[in-house]
């Protein structure tokens, strides 16, 4: 007799799946799979949103910046110029020829011009053209530069001033002569026939990066910016391992700044871009918003304060107003900087004075993120330190490690 536990063959046989069976449900399986990857893939181009941005082929840069004395900015576009004051030999001229003709003799020495023109030449020129034209006709006088001059430098300026070299020109300016004891790049005269050279050359800025965000962040990050003819990009790149936002800005180039026309960023594999039309901002859920004049976006930002900074529309002094108007995907907000203090940072490049503007809290904020900026003059008014606060305790700070240049053209 069979044990109990024994299966007859005959019953394990009927039972046993066929193996031709489950090598054709594999198949089938493995089939749908394929079918239903090819869909996704099909659907995701037909859906996919046309890129905003054509990137640029990346610079060659072969030098690296280093600190040096505030150069003079460059003279900005007709439209914004100010009337500039009259040289002293100039109202020096008109105070003798005043005098000539005056009946009465005078015994009074004619006011001196100050050997200084670093602390006393606007106060000579103002006094000279008062004396001359009997009015206080005065144009509006330019603000104080705070940063201390190299002795060097101050020394440089001076001798070139007794030689008749630069001190006509400081006083004319009406806004360098008390901040810039050297002579501006080549690549920012505005003396140049292309009114685009006075732009500065490609330029990649390298920071250190160091934050927190429930617990320590450390990376790197840079802002790389270029310009191909009247085109121009800004690249804005946070590494942080498997977090690395990205933000691409790219536009035209004109004296009056920069023109954003699209503006792309990458956050966890999530694409947001915006596009700028002469009147229109089209956002990325389809939403439009007029166009405001001279808006700027997240990346563009930078450039263009530092372009403003160079180009003498924009001077830096305790207590200015910074304002202009910024579009990210969420829409268009006016940002409004308080210059709060010219302060030192201590970075690999030395001890960089740097002017910090400070954000304004805005009545209705689309989100806790802000920046605070820090312009180095003596780098060409490059933002050498970006906090971004991300809301409570938690931060992103770029602490400006290396500047590389390319040749200028």
Known sequence: MPPASAVPPALAAACAPPVLGWRALALCLALALLAHTLVLGWLSLRWREPAVLQPMLAPM????????????????????????????????????????????????TPTVVPADPLINQTAANAQAQNEASGSSRNTEPPPIQLTPLPPDAAANNNANSSAGNGAGSGAGDGTASAAAPTAPPASHSSASPDPLARWPVDTRLNYVLAGNYRGDLHGDAQVLWQRQAEKYQVRVSINLGLFSPLMTSQGKVSDEGLHPTGYEEKVAGIRRSITLGEQQITFNDGQQAPRPARVQDTASQFVELTWRLLSGQLALEQGAIVRYHMARPGGVDEWVYDVVALETLNTRLGGLPAWHLVPRPQAKPRGPITAEMWFAPSLQYLPVRIKMNLGGEHFVDLLIDKVEQADAR
Do not use: F, G, M, N
């Open 61 to 108: 840069l072969t030098r690296q910046l280093q600190p040096s004395a505030p150069s003079a900015p460059s003279a900005p576009p007709t439209t914004l110029q100010k009337p500039a004051a009259t040289p002293a030999s100039t109202a020096l001229a008109a105070i003798k020829k005043v005098a000539k003709s005056t009946p009465e003799t005078s015994t009074t």
